[in-house]
């Protein structure tokens, strides 16, 4: 059988993983797959128009910090796709695709045959209709921060000069901040400004941004995870880090050298950064008539509605456990699972990912930020010395929770979310204090750490 | 494979494991030069429940490792069931601590995150992980058994 994956990424990496461990699994029936076609062990091609071996997209800001290289970047080791055996063809675009035929067409024409085909194509960045900005080509140059080759041309660009104004304060924009902006010491916040010498790392850019001004529609920071209170604490902190805020201020016009917010205010800039948002690579599947929302509509092994064609990733939506809702999840291990059992499906074994929800962790200089499931609905608030916590709840269960600052144990209330424990069964007063085992009822405890044995 | 198992109707709270869990990553040869003036932030955790009930919580090594599965970096991998850690590739972005149903996945000082990985990554000179070599009471056991089910 021969499968090809459409990128090389986290689901594709997933999807990879998936069939060779359905293929090694007991329920894996060999004779089956031969039926359908070919050995007990799928040929595999890998085609992404990134050339690079699958790296891990979250890491270019931590590689514009210092904070690991190239190297040590690679989401899987040097021997991957010799390992699981997969042919790859990096640097190549596929430009349609013909479910007929079953073949994928690239830019320079040539086709390749499949059995099975995923898309693991993720997503791109999303430009906002912003007048003079780049579409025409007279128009206003910009970097966006979504890939390596991203990330190594706003280095490319960067030096100690410069004035660089992003748009948007969501977590690419943000992370994008962090990559490129200085990193002050805890005590050099109330006025030295003393700078951190980052792990002391020789990849360290040597240029950091001399200064970095972001505009934002939304009236807050990170406004897709984050509640106004939380907002403004992390505001706060990364105003201490010296960068500047237009908030419930979209961009109107930008001439490449200076933008006009939609006040009227006016800021000059040198490097333009554009971080409103993504847009799922969908449309090698639309055009053929795929189930499409937001992204690929798919069911809970990837399948999508054409017949042996999945999706995964930031390019197909999940169910969200938390609300039943069908949404694009754009997570690191949301893509990795939903690969996975795309994978799985396609080499023969059906085992529905049944879990999507969204988590979110990340830091911006040194401050924690988790949120989990839905925040909406009846809330409670803990502030302590450690930090912000909110948790909301929805027909007696936890139904998602945001925290800023100490994170510690946190993954025990992204458990609650999930399994959707009735609240009364666990001492929640216990355990919103601090995350703990000591909260669930012995039973259930002694059956969560010891299996079936006890 | 063998994992740790804990019975908490044996633990009598004392604690030990922390301790000898923090000896054995410390790189040091002698417990009280490992210990002497140290805040321990071990990869074992003893937690108080009602009624005096106490019981050692430590990385369960799942069958479904979802900080594995959802590590950024490709840092956390499983080599012969064991959830390894490769400190060198973790950027410390916590996204395993948010998906640990155990809280075992923990912050470290010096090092991003530090999880138990069996006594095998740390030259440890027992066969068996220190924590259940060294806990008084046979309340945490290396043994083969089932996979546990986090929530
Ligand atoms: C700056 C930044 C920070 C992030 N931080 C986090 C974080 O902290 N935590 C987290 O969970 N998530 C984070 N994310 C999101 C995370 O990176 C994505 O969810 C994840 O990469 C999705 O993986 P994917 O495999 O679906 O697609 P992608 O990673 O987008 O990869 C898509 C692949 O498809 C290829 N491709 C696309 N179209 C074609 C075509 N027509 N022909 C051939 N190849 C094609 C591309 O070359 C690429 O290889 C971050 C993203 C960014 C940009
Ligand atoms: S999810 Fe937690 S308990 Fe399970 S393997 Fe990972 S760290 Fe260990
Ligand atoms: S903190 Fe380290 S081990 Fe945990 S998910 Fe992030 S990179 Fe992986």
């Known amino acids: 059988m021969r499968i090809v994956i459409i990128g090389n990424s986290t689901a594709a990496v997933g999807a990879v993983e998936g069939i060779r461990a359905a293929e090694r699994s007991n329920a894996f029936d060999a004779e089956k797959q031969a039926k359908a076609g070919g050995g007990s062990s799928a040929e595999i091609t890998i085609i992404a128009g990134e050339r690079e071996h699958t790296y891990s997209r979250p890491l270019i800001s931590?590689?514009?910090?210092?904070?690991?290289?190239?190297?040590?970047?690679?989401?899987?080791?040097?021997?991957?796709?010799?390992?699981?055996?997969?042919?790859t063809m990096l640097g190549r675009t596929v430009a349609s695709v013909d479910p007929k035929a079953k073949t994928?067409?690239?830019?320079?024409?040539?086709?390749?045959?499949?059995?099975?085909l995923l898309l693991a194509a993720g997503s791109r960045p999303f430009i906002p209709p912003i007048a003079g900005l780049g579409a025409a080509s007279d128009g206003a140059e910009y970097h966006t921060f979504?890939?390596?080759?991203?990330?190594?041309?706003?280095?490319?660009?960067?030096?100690e000069q410069s004035r660089v104004l992003i748009i948007g304060a969501g977590l690419i924009g943000l992370k994008c901040a962090e990559g490129i902006g200085r990193h002050l010491k805890e005590d050099a916040l109330n006025g030295d400004s003393a700078?951190?010498?980052?792990?002391?790392?020789?990849?360290?850019?040597?240029?950091?941004?001399?200064?970095?001004?972001?505009?934002?529609?939304?009236?807050?920071?990170?406004?897709?995870?984050?509640?106004?209170?939380?907002?403004?604490?992390?505001?706060?902190?990364?105003?201490?880090q010296g960068l500047v805020f237009h908030l419930g201020n979209a961009v109107s016009s930008v001439d490449g050298h200076s933008a006009v917010l939609a006040d009227g205010t006016r800021v000059d800039y040198d490097i333009l950064v554009v971080a409103s948002g993504v847009k799922p690579n969908i449309e090698l599947?639309?055009?053929?008539?795929a189930k499409s929302g937001r992204a690929i509509i798919t069911d809970p092994c990837g399948r999508s509605s054409l017949p042996d064609i999945f999706a995964a990733g930031d390019c197909a939506e999940s169910l969200d456990v938390t609300d039943g809702e069908s949404r694009v999840l754009a997570i690191l291990p949301n893509a990795y699972l939903q690969g996975r059992a795309a994978g799985k499906a396609m080499a023969g074994l059906d085992e529905p990912f049944t879990e999507a929800m969204p988590v979110n962790s990340i830091g911006f200089f040194g401050l924690h930020i988790g949120t989990a499931g839905a925040a909406k609905?009846?809330?409670?608030?803990?502030?302590?010395?450690?930090?912000?916590r909110r948790f909301f709840f929805a027909e007696k269960r936890l139904a998602g929770f945001i925290i800023v600052g100490d994170v510690n144990r946190a993954g025990i209330y992204t458990a609650l979310v999930r399994s959707k424990l009735p609240i009364d069964a666990i001492d929640f007063d216990l355990v919103a204090k601090k995350p703990q085992l000591a909260a669930f009822a012995p039973k259930e405890r002694r059956k969560m750490l010891n299996g079936e044995t006890v | 494979m063998k994992r740790i198992y804990v019975r908490e109707e044996w633990c009598i709270g004392c604690h030990l494991c922390e301790y000898y869990c923090a000896f054995a990553n410390s790189g040091e040869d002698d417990m009280a030069d490992a210990l002497r003036g140290v805040k321990i932030n071990p990869r074992i955790q003893v937690e108080d429940a009602d009624g005096g009930v106490t019981y050692a919580v430590s990385c369960r090594h799942c069958e479904k490792p979802r900080c594995a599965e959802g590590c950024i970096?490709?840092?956390?991998?499983?080599?012969?069931?064991?959830?390894?850690?490769?400190?060198?590739?973790?950027?410390?972005?916590?996204?395993?601590?948010?998906?640990?149903?155990?809280?075992?996945?923990?912050?470290?000082?010096?090092?991003?995150?530090?999880?138990?990985?069996?006594?095998?990554?740390?030259?440890a000179p027992d066969a068996t992980p220190s924590c259940a070599a060294h806990c008084p009471n046979r309340a945490i056991v290396f043994e083969e058994g089932a996979s546990p089910c986090g929530l």
Request: glycine residues 8%; aromatic residues 6%.
């Open chain 1, 62 to 87: 931590y590689l514009l910090e210092g904070k690991t290289d190239e190297e040590r970047m690679k989401y899987r080791p040097n021997d991957f796709y010799t390992i699981n055996n997969v042919k």
């Open chain 1, 195 to 240: 700078e951190i010498s980052l792990l002391g790392n020789k990849a360290l850019s040597e240029n950091r941004a001399a200064s970095i001004t972001i505009a934002e529609f939304a009236p807050r920071v990170l406004p897709s995870i984050l509640d106004e209170d939380s907002a403004a604490i992390v505001q706060s902190h990364l105003e201490k």
């Open chain 1, 104 to 116: 994928v067409t690239l830019e320079d024409g040539s086709t390749v045959p499949y059995d099975k």
């Open chain 1, 285 to 289: 599947l639309t055009e053929i008539g």
């Open chain 1, 377 to 388: 609905g009846e809330s409670s608030v803990i502030k302590t010395e450690s930090g912000y």
């Open chain 1, 146 to 159: 979504q890939s390596l080759a991203d990330a190594k041309k706003l280095e490319a660009a960067l030096t």
């Open chain 2, 73 to 123: 970096t490709g840092a956390l991998t499983v080599i012969d069931g064991v959830i390894r850690l490769d400190e060198d590739k973790c950027v410390g972005c916590y996204t395993c601590i948010m998906l640990c149903p155990y809280g075992a996945i923990t912050p470290s000082k010096g090092k991003p995150v530090q999880k138990c990985e069996l006594c095998l990554s740390n030259g």
